[in-house]
């Protein structure tokens, strides 16, 4: 089975990836077929979440992902299941003005020293300028959660809005699949 995913917007490309992985029969071959580096990383992203193995073949501008089933879906996801915290930004800042600013930086400052670190940081909003710009008075308390090992993702169709996809400078590209599947998963979801 082959799928054509190239120029679909996010998260389109993961959503028909995981459909067309549910209709595969066993040990038939996927080809998913991608043309832009976010819906990549993206696909990656989502069939290592699975332990999936895959190949990739770069052509030019896009590339081809090829899997064979040979897994059962739904036991690789109830497998990954795990409880653990995620922290939900939708503002770079808590409240108005400079003092949601300076709270926001606080909180980030103060969450490192946490012993209960959470797992993941989604970012949607205007959160994602956070990891665009190595000016933003929170980026570099964010930068130290991620060298901690806190897996940061920024809303693909948030960066794209901003103009800033190209601009990422911490964490990685996420999209609404991944970011509903965490809030309505096992997570302990926390927003400010």
Same mark, same amino acid.
């Not at 190209?166 to 096992?186: D, Q, V």
């Given at each position: ?38 819906? /990549?990383?993206?696909?990656?992203? #989502? =069939? $290592?979440? !699975?332990?999936?193995?895959? @190949? ?44 949601? /600013?300076?709270?926001?930086?606080? #909180? =980030? $400052?103060? !969450?490192?020293?946490?012993? @209960? ?76």
């Amino acid at each position: 089975m082959k799928i054509d995913c190239r120029d679909l917007a996010c998260p389109r490309p993961v959503i028909e990836a995981k459909k067309a992985l549910e209709n595969l029969k066993q040990n038939e071959n996927l080809e998913i077929l991608l043309n832009s580096q976010a819906s /990549k990383e993206n696909v990656i992203r #989502f =069939l $290592k979440s !699975l332990n999936l193995d895959f @190949n990739i073949k770069e052509i030019e501008d896009e590339s081809i992902i090829s899997i064979v089933k040979n897994f059962n879906l739904e036991q690789n996801q109830e497998q990954n299941l795990l409880e653990y915290n995620v922290l939900f930004l939708k503002s770079d800042k808590v409240g108005e003005g400079d003092l949601g /600013k300076n709270l926001m930086l606080g #909180f =980030l $400052k103060t !969450l490192k020293e946490l012993p @209960n670190k959470p797992k993941k940081i989604l970012c949607v909003n205007d959160s994602v300028l956070i990891n665009t710009n190595s000016s933003h008075m929170a980026f570099e308390a964010m930068k130290e959660l991620e060298n901690l090992g806190v897996e940061i993702y920024s809303c693909g169709a948030c960066l794209d809005f901003f103009g800033k996809t190209n601009e990422l400078k911490i964490g990685k590209i996420g999209n609404a699949y991944e970011i509903l599947n965490e809030l309505f998963g096992k997570a302990k979801i926390i927003s400010l």
